[in-house]
């Protein structure tokens, strides 16, 4: 079948306002446990992720306990890397396909270093230290991202089921979210629109209007709506509307908007997107233009595109009529032959009989 199905399922210690909710998962997935251990500089020591208090230059050694209850050595490996947005407006503190914008004054994965692989002995624990290397420069607001802690081998299941033409993924680990603050200095919200272009998600066409977070903060309940319509036109041929996002600090997503199984047309339009977060709006009108190679490519690639058999079916119909026609005036030639060969067998034998 050649189809790939993912599925990620994942363990996160975030609780409050400004991050994310727990994700539900079945802790007899895993076959560890894990405890972020709570430093002295905590911001909130009800929160059970890391959100601290730094200074420039500061080095500090967190740490993470990690048990195992199983009669067997589990081998974890942890990953770190900085906060992003992805497409459904969600912020992910894991691996992603995402990526921050340029505007980020420091990746998390430069400041904080941890082993590339721990085991964690049978019936026993494992505390995971990570090394904070907090930059000698200054920084306002969030320095957001994420450890991942999975269990080593769950790339195996991949390969294994590759051969047989269905790929089933499934990954299970825990994510712990790492903030870093060095000052309570308040941080404006900035939003813009950077590009506009058809694409596709999940094999459908969409228009994405790509939004960006420019400031080191959280966008929360971020609230998107989009309309496009044909250049200098008013009737709008798509429209999405979207609540409750949230975008990581210096971030990017592209919002789609769908077709809804619609076939792109090339030509020039026109995006009108309204976003509304923490009290403030923007609004944005920007022209982009479909070019036919490109319609013509996504439209081939679209799943929900029914072929369209028009022009085949006119051109069957039309072979059908010449066809018949000439048919018609072959049968009616031959007819026509022995119609007069009949005609001079009868003066045939009419003259014969004048002559008896």
Do not use: C
């Given at each position: 079948m050649g189809k790939i199905c993912k599925i990620l399922s994942v363990a996160v210690f975030l609780l409050g306002f400004g991050v994310m909710n727990v994700l539900p998962v079945s802790a007899s997935k895993l076959n560890f446990s894990v405890e972020a251990v709570i430093p002295d500089n905590q911001r909130d020591t009800n929160k059970t992720y890391f959100d601290l208090n730094v200074s420039p230059g500061d080095q500090q050694t967190l740490v993470i306990?990690?048990?195992?209850?199983?009669?067997?050595?589990?081998?974890?490996?942890?990953?770190?890397?900085?906060?992003?947005?992805?497409?459904?407006?969600?912020?992910?503190?894991?691996?992603?396909?995402?990526t921050p914008?340029?505007?980020?004054?420091?990746?998390?994965?430069?400041l904080v270093k941890s082993e590339e692989e721990v085991a964690i002995p049978a019936n026993g624990f494992y505390d995971l230290e990570l090394e904070v290397m907090v930059p000698e420069g200054e920084f306002d607001g969030v320095l957001a991202g994420g450890i991942t802690l999975q269990e080593s081998g769950d790339s195996d299941k991949e390969s294994s089921t590759e051969s047989q033409g269905l790929n089933i993924e499934n990954k299970y680990a825990y994510v712990v979210a790492i903030l870093l603050h060095e000052n309570d200095n308040e941080v404006a919200s900035e939003l813009k629109l950077t590009n506009v272009e058809p694409n596709q998600v999940n094999a459908r066409n969409v228009i994405n209007?790509?939004?960006?977070?420019?400031?080191?903060?959280?966008?929360?309940?971020l609230s998107v709506m989009a309309e496009v319509t044909k250049k200098g036109k008013t009737e709008v041929l798509y429209s999405s509307e979207k609540e409750g996002m949230q975008m990581a600090p210096n971030t990017s997503f592209p919002y789609p908007i769908s077709l809804h199984g619609e076939r792109l047309e090339s030509g020039k339009y026109t995006l009108k997107l309204t976003a509304t977060s923490?009290?403030?709006?923007?609004?944005?009108?920007?022209?982009?233009?479909?070019?036919?190679d490109v319609a013509k490519e996504l439209n081939s690639q679209d799943v929900t595109i029914k072929a369209n058999y028009t022009w085949l079916y006119v051109a069957l119909s039309v072979f059908g009529v010449l066809i018949i026609i000439v048919v018609y005036f072959t049968i009616r030639k031959k007819t026509?032959?022995?119609?007069r060969e009949l005609d001079e067998l009868r003066k045939e034998n009419e003259k014969k009989n004048e002559n008896q």
């Open positions: 306990h990690m048990r195992n209850n199983t009669d067997k050595d589990v081998v974890v490996v942890p990953i770190i890397k900085t906060a992003t947005t992805n497409l459904n407006g969600v912020v992910e503190y894991g691996d992603s396909n995402s914008d340029d505007t980020i004054p420091y990746l998390l994965e430069d209007a790509t939004i960006q977070n420019t400031m080191p903060k959280f966008m929360n309940q923490m009290g403030r709006t923007w609004e944005f009108t920007e022209d982009f233009e479909i070019s036919g026509q032959e022995k119609d």
